[in-house]
């Protein structure tokens, strides 16, 4: 009898989007379930060559259920930019796949490296003006057999970690999702050059990651800043005055009805470089949060190579986010973080080929218990 209450309830009520469930893959789309027994997180995955968008979005993710709970719909960067402190300017795509390290144990699927690590042109890359070509990156004790195209899929005990690499010109960009078992999981991006062109002039590369939250379904997904719910499409900044974490904003979505969210908590090389570092005006905001709507991936529909400034006014744009009777909508989560390579700016300073990384991380709250149906311990 009391199945049969919970089922009629759980029909009923606007979190029934709750039930424990598992991710469908259609088309080019992977499964990934991790672990592999019992698992907690399980996403299907493309590549880049296959992502979404104009241009590509470079390594995505969709239809991501944690403990058996839809989470996410897609989670991806559609947005991306080389700015350089001359005229110069390039709005990347991020469709061509590139070749990157890995063991035949995880190339394109689940498995353990056991001698060495997924590795990427920016991984490779420690020297100032010194670049490694393509893949094996002038690595000692690699070779062009230890190379692959496509997603490396590691198990690293506590977490798993998803590598890819795609090509834009002379830069080598690097990918990565890891999940974590205790409900967390981290974007990374890492900017590596093939070749040294431009290394001779500071720049910035700029990543925005779009992050469709479908917490518990599409429907009652609100947007907090500060822990105050937003009912408009807004921009923003991580903190009240740009530059490093002093005065830090914080945002989060959750569903309304169930209570379960995700955190969003910047890494700490994400305040490294700010928006509009350059001066020149393409880049002044951190964090957009927008209303879904399909087919809307970028500021630009085509992300044309000479579309130097990132338009946040084209995503957010007043549009209502509170939905119906103020309990949330399909929401949008857009978030930026950059890198500069310096060059010529005194002695000791070029840095402009040395890896760097940048990525949020997303930690958990709410009640995620696999197979609860309802919050809370109802029966």
């Known amino acids: 009898m009391k199945l049969r209450i919970a089922t009629l309830l759980l029909a009923l009520s606007p979190w029934g989007a709750a039930l424990a469930a598992s991710p469908t893959c259609v088309g080019n789309e992977t499964k990934l379930s991790w672990p592999a027994s019992d698992p907690i997180w399980e996403l299907c995955w493309l590549r880049p060559s296959e992502s979404s968008g104009p241009d590509g979005s470079g390594l995505e993710i969709r239809n991501v259920h944690y403990n058996g709970y839809p989470v996410l719909k897609a989670a991806h960067s559609p947005i991306l930019f080389a700015e350089y402190a001359s005229s110069t300017c390039y709005r990347d795509w991020k469709d061509s796949n590139s070749s990157l390290i890995g063991e035949p144990a995880v190339r394109n699927l689940l498995g353990t490296s056991s001698v060495f690590a997924a590795t990427t042109s920016c991984d490779r890359s420690a020297s100032p003006t010194t670049s490694y070509g393509g893949c094996p990156f002038q690595l000692p004790g690699r070779t062009s057999g230890d190379c692959f195209t496509g997603v490396a899929i590691e198990e690293g005990g506590d977490h798993v970690t998803m590598t890819t690499q795609y090509v834009a010109g002379w830069y080598l960009y690097s990918a990565r999702f890891t999940f974590f078992a205790d409900g967390s999981f981290s974007p990374e991006m ?15 590369h700029h990543n925005y990651w779009r992050l ?5 379904g599409a429907a009652n997904n609100q947007i907090l800043i500060n822990n105050d719910v937003q009912n408009s499409e807004f921009t923003s900044l991580r903190n009240e005055r740009d530059g490093g974490p002093f005065g830090e904003r914080t945002f989060a979505v959750r569903n309304r009805f169930t209570g379960r969210g995700f955190r969003l908590f910047p890494g700490s090389s ?3 470089t700010p928006t509009n570092q350059s001066g020149r005006g393409f880049h002044n905001v951190d964090v957009l949060g927008t209303l879904y709507h399909a087919g809307e991936y970028s500021d630009q529909p085509d992300n044309s190579l000479g579309d130097c400034a990132f338009i946040e006014g084209n995503l957010a744009n007043g549009e209502s986010i509170a939905g119906s009777g103020g309990n949330g909508d399909d929401v949008v989560l857009y978030y930026r973080a950059g890198v500069r390579d310096r060059t010529n700016e005194g002695p000791g ?14 930690v958990p709250f709410g009640d995620f218990t696999p197979g609860q149906l309802f919050k809370g311990d109802f029966e």
């Open 190 to 204: 890492g900017f590596g050059n093939s070749n040294g062109t431009f290394n001779n002039t500071t720049h910035w």
């Open 212 to 216: 469709d939250f479908d917490i518990d």
């Open 270 to 272: 994400d305040y490294d």
């Open 349 to 362: 300073t070029q840095d402009s080929m040395i890896c760097k990384k940048v990525g949020p991380v997303f």
